[in-house]
């Protein structure tokens, strides 16, 4: 064989084992309460957003009357979605720069809309137009007043255009329900409504397994996914009941151990059930109790703590991020967040906790997200109007820089281990239970409510209050213990 020829061949071969292995970081993980299994009776969904790369995220106010239709969405967009008749919504944009899949919106109605990636087997997508894919999101939140019309826009979306990657799971909450939307390349889906007295897991697999779309109130979809998967050989009737999860998942990600332990830490830590990993674990289960913010949070900062899978060496002080078993806090995290919806008539449409970055290194924080002013000072690396136009452009270091936990992260580049160590984190656990005893105390959130009831500039005005505090605490004292 020609020298060239070899040369070639080892470049796509090194190409390829870059591109499995960024994949295996990209991952997210999402809780789903019903508003039945919750310890306040709200609606709550828990989310850690996973992306490779020093990548500044922001935190925005989409204002639509500010901007043309046309600088939020792409023509061919707005175009389907016109006969639907939609009315456009202000929405919280939390931005990854440059990422495809990777931003999560809330909207003035209190749509809720994020993401996992659960790749698909599909291999002969049908698209049109060149399909849909980062716009799919911001279309939902810009256009649904509640989760029924999220649906609506999707299945618009998708019959339409086709989905242009290899799979996804949506989570879409409002204030009285979650779906569960998992996409396949092309144009075939299917969602499932979260039971109100139950609680979801999710990794980067897909979960939905048996599916009647008759049962409209918790079933949506594409009408031929049994009949696609006779045709394709993926499926047969002597498989015994039709399984989505299985028929339609990507092998690999179905059956990895990256997926299933998180998904079986958040089944285990949140119910009395005791299954085995490897096993068929539930679409969703009823907790062992009402389940709260800190439950959530907790789970989220986990890294299969006194399990067996927590594989770190604490004699030799090891990070708990670099363990074989891929944890659900994890060196790629770049933000986490947990939204107990309200009714956004009240005037604010969830009480909304963000943690930027490592969710085990840092507090999560009450955001006051009604104007874009009190967002500058923390969370915005340029104005939205500019990121509206800039979200694909590479971000100069300098821009990382500005952002504190990102420019902590650089600093820490080559001191990782020590940063992760396991006797750094109970450090930064000892400080940040401290701060956080206060801020998840029903007196907080009381005296929210009290607010909401007199006066919405009174509660904001709280909420900037409360919101200042926390990041004050947050650049000083977690910059203190990185010293
Ligand atoms: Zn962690």
Redesign the pocket.
């Known amino acids: 064989m020609p020298d060239k020829k070899i040369n070639f061949l080892l470049v796509v071969t090194v190409f390829l084992i870059f591109i499995s292995f960024r994949w295996s970081l990209d991952a997210c993980y999402t809780i789903c309460v019903g508003k039945s299994a919750s310890a306040s009776g709200r609606v709550i969904v828990a989310h850690n957003e996973d992306d490779y790369g020093n990548l500044p995220v922001n935190l925005y106010l989409l204002k639509t009357a500010e901007v043309e239709p046309n600088d939020l969405l792409p023509e061919k967009i707005l175009r389907v979605l016109q006969p639907l008749n939609l009315k456009l919504q202000d929405t919280l944009w939390i931005e990854v720069r440059t990422m495809d899949f990777a931003d999560s919106y809330l909207n003035q109605s209190g749509v809720l809309i994020t993401s996992n990636a659960c790749p698909s087997k599909e291999d002969l997508p049908e698209l049109s137009d060149g399909g849909v894919g980062y716009y799919l999101r911001r279309a939902v939140a810009l256009f649904s007043s509640n989760a029924q019309d999220a649906l609506r826009i999707i299945e618009t979306l998708i019959s339409s255009f086709g989905y242009n990657s290899s799979g996804r799971t949506y989570t879409i909450a409002d204030q009285n329900e979650i779906w569960l939307v998992h996409l396949v390349n092309g144009k075939r889906w299917v969602a499932r409504r979260v039971p109100d007295d139950q609680v979801v897991v999710l990794a980067n697999r897909y979960i939905i397994d048996e599916i009647c779309l008759k049962e409209k109130e918790n079933f949506r979809g594409s009408s031929d996914l049994v009949a696609y998967a006779l045709r394709r050989g993926w499926y047969s009737k002597k498989k015994g009941l039709f399984n989505f999860a299985e028929v339609y998942g990507q092998p690999e990600s179905q059956q990895s151990a990256k997926n299933y332990l998180r998904q079986w830490q958040g089944v285990t830590a949140l119910s009395d059930l005791n299954p085995e990993p490897q096993s068929r674990l539930p679409f969703s289960f009823k907790p062992k109790k009402k389940i709260s913010v800190r439950d959530l949070t907790a789970l989220l ?1 986990n ?1 299969y703590e006194n399990t067996d899978y927590y594989l770190v060496d604490k004699e030799r002080n090891d990070s ?2 670099f363990t074989n078993n891929r ?1 659900i ?2 060196d790629t ?1 770049k933000y986490s967040f947990v939204a107990e919806m309200l009714d956004a008539q009240s005037g604010l449409p969830a009480i909304f906790y963000l943690a930027l970055g ?4 840092t507090i999560y924080n009450i955001i006051a997200f009604d104007q874009n002013e009190p967002l500058e000072t923390f969370y915005q690396t340029e104005s939205w109007k500019q990121a509206l136009k800039n979200h694909f452009q590479k971000s100069e270091e300098d821009l990382l820089l500005k952002q504190e936990w990102n420019f902590m992260k650089i600093l820490n580049r080559n001191l990782n281990n020590f940063r ?1 160590s396991s006797q750094k ?1 109970e450090q930064f656990k000892r400080a940040i239970t401290s701060f956080e005893d206060n801020l998840f105390g029903d007196q907080i959130i009381n005296r929210i409510e009290h607010y909401l009831k007199i006066d919405k500039t009174m509660t904001l005005r709280y909420l900037i209050n409360l919101m200042e505090r926390g990041e004050r605490w947050r650049l000083l004292t977690l910059k203190e213990l990185n010293e």
């Open positions: 900062r890294h708990v991020h944890t806090c994890y995290t490592f969710p085990c290194q992760f984190t």
